[in-house]
Structure formats: C-alpha cells, structure tokens
C-alpha cells in the first residue's frame, strides 16, 4: 500500500505558475509509472503527466510544453511544475502511482493503483 499526499495547489492569475508535489510513504523506485491527473466537475478524469521508472515523460497535449513533471526516487516524491497556466487548467489535481509486478514465470502481471487526495488549483481571467 502506497499512500500519496499532494501539495501546492492554489489560486494564480492566468499566465502564472505553480508547482505540485506527491509525497509517497514508501518508495517510488518500484512504482513503475507516477503521473498527474486533474478533475473538473461533470468531466472525465484527465491524464496530465506520466514519468516511468524507465525515464520516460509524456504529457497530455493541452499542457505540452508548459507542464513539467519531474519524479525524485531518492525523496520519493513527484512534482508537477505549471506554467503559464490558463483559466482551462483550473481543476483538482490528483497525484497516481501505477505499480505492475509479474507474478508468475508466463509473466502474469499484477496491478495496482493509489491515488493521493487532490489539491485544487484555480487560475483566474
């Protein structure tokens, strides 16, 4: 059991930044994928950011170039940086951890999934 606590969320103008961290109680070296996800009311949970354990980052294409996510597996910790932040990024962000474990020599896999508790970010016009 993995728990995930978020941080950072808050109200900025538009144009602004902000920056999320996850905390982890355990370590993250194992967890195979961390990302960030956001929530808006009525709409689907969004996938922001992802970073593997195998270095690999990828982000949704609304946030593409101005969203940074960055994993620190000594801290255990997972930060979203967010610049130049508009009026549409407003939302409850919630910090995932995927761990997948083969449980079996047919290579049999596992899943699991934690989600931290959210932390809002509003960015006004």
């Known amino acids: 059991q993995v728990q995930l606590v978020e941080s950072g969320g808050g109200l900025v103008q538009s144009g602004g930044s902000l920056r999320l961290s996850c905390t982890a109680s355990k370590t993250i070296t194992s967890i195979n994928r961390m990302g960030w996800y956001r929530e808006v009311p009525g709409k689907e949970r969004e996938l922001v950011a992802i970073s593997t354990s195998g270095g690999i980052t990828d982000y949704a294409k609304s946030v593409k170039g101005r969203f940074t996510i960055a994993r620190d597996n000594i801290k255990n910790m997972v930060y979203l940086q967010m610049n130049s932040l508009k009026p549409e990024d407003t939302a409850v962000y919630y910090c995932?951890?995927?761990?997948?474990?083969?449980?079996?020599?047919?290579?049999?896999?596992?899943?699991?999934?934690?989600w931290g508790q959210g932390t809002q970010v509003t960015v006004s016009s």
């Open positions: 995932n951890a995927l761990q997948i474990k083969v449980v079996n020599v047919e290579g049999a896999t596992v899943s699991r999934e934690y």
